[in-house]
């Protein structure tokens, strides 16, 4: 069974801080997927990244960046210079093949608050 | 151009009733799923559709049905509702790809008094 374990329920930083958000997975596949999803105030969620199992290079996108490390099932997302746009729920989610679908077990979520 | 669209957004209705829930995606994906986020947010996969063909079935009453009349289309079906099925119901497409990324609709607030 895969299990993806957001520990932090809630940070609260002011705009311009930087924030990493935890994300710790487990799964006995040795072929997934890791996602990162934003949910922001209005509700959709919005694909930000996906890493395959066999990827380690970390990534960077604009103020975004991710850390895969699968020597502590981890895949952290860190936002630098944080703006009140950011703020929303973040949920980290893993996928391992299901017939012919991408079965994907979320995260609990993190609530990422930005304040002026 | 809504790639994956629901409808109604809001739902609002009393226990017992049956609903339904309409999804489209002009993705070309040949996957669809329903997902449930209940009050603490937490997201779980309902359902799974290939094409037209039931391939995820989780821990779900008997009383969702989930119908696909073409693989761009994924309505889902609730007989009796309770209480407890208050909550945002999300419907995702994916191309047919292990590690395919879902693309979400907007959800539907279903609440049931």
């Known amino acids: 069974a895969q299990k993806v374990t957001q520990a932090q329920t809630e940070i609260s930083v002011v705009e311009k801080e930087d924030v990493t958000l935890d994300c710790v997975y487990e799964?006995?596949?040795?072929?997934?997927?890791l996602f990162w999803y934003k949910q922001p105030p209005s509700g959709e969620l919005v694909f930000l990244i996906r890493r395959n199992s066999f990827d380690e290079q970390n990534e960077i996108s604009g103020r975004y960046s991710w850390n895969f490390q699968k020597s502590t099932s981890s895949f952290n997302f860190t936002i630098t210079a944080s703006q009140v746009v950011d703020s929303a729920v973040y949920f980290c989610?893993?996928?391992?093949?299901?017939?012919?679908?991408?079965?994907?077990?979320f995260g609990t979520g993190t609530r990422l608050q930005v304040t002026l | 151009d809504t790639a994956v669209s629901q409808t109604p957004k809001y739902l609002v209705t009393q226990m017992g009733n049956d609903k339904s829930i309409k999804c489209e995606q002009n993705?070309?994906?040949?996957?669809m799923y329903w997902y449930k986020q209940d009050s603490k947010k937490f997201l779980k996969i309902m359902f799974s559709y290939n094409n037209k063909e039931l391939i995820i079935n989780e821990t779900v009453p008997n009383r969702f049905s989930p119908k696909s009349p073409d693989k761009a289309h994924l309505n889902l079906h609730i007989n009796s509702l309770e209480l407890g099925d208050s909550a945002v119901y999300f419907c995702a497409s994916s191309l047919a790809l292990v590690g395919s990324p879902l693309h979400f609709g907007n959800g539907t607030r279903l609440t049931v008094t």
């Open positions: 989610a893993l996928s391992v093949k299901t017939g012919t679908a991408s079965k994907l077990t």
């Open positions: 993705l070309g994906h040949d996957t």
């Open positions: 799964t006995r596949d040795t072929t997934y997927y």
